[in-house]
């Protein structure tokens, strides 16, 4: 993630938890203090400060979120580990069901 085209998230929620969330810092600390953040980092920092969002307003942040090959393998690795279905992965990240069968078609076959 120390690409120049990516932002730098950590100030980025830095700002915005001092601007509109400061109740919410401490919640948020131990994210913030490690050295890089990761994407799933950064789902469990929206999840903490945007999580009381109206179903529509989820929805509609849904449609531009994008993942690369290293979080979706870090997600699938994580429904190992907890040992969740498809369904409960996908509940869990906020994700489509038919999404999940299709990482895991395209790449699980080469884990």
Known sequence: MNNLSTPNYKKIYTDI???????????CQ???????????????????????????????NQKY??????????ILEYQVKNRLNNTQLAIHFNLSRNTVAKWKKIYLKFV
Do not use: G, H, V
Request: charged letters at 35%; zero cysteines; hydrophobic letters at 35%.
């Open 17 to 27: 938890i001092n601007e509109k969330f400061p109740s919410k810092k401490e919640l």
């Open 30 to 60: 131990n994210i913030l203090n490690k050295e890089a953040l990761t994407f799933l980092d950064i789902i469990n920092l929206n999840k903490k400060l945007f999580n009381n969002l109206s179903k529509e307003i989820k929805q509609e």
């Open 65 to 74: 979120r994008s993942y690369n090959k290293e979080t979706i393998l870090q």
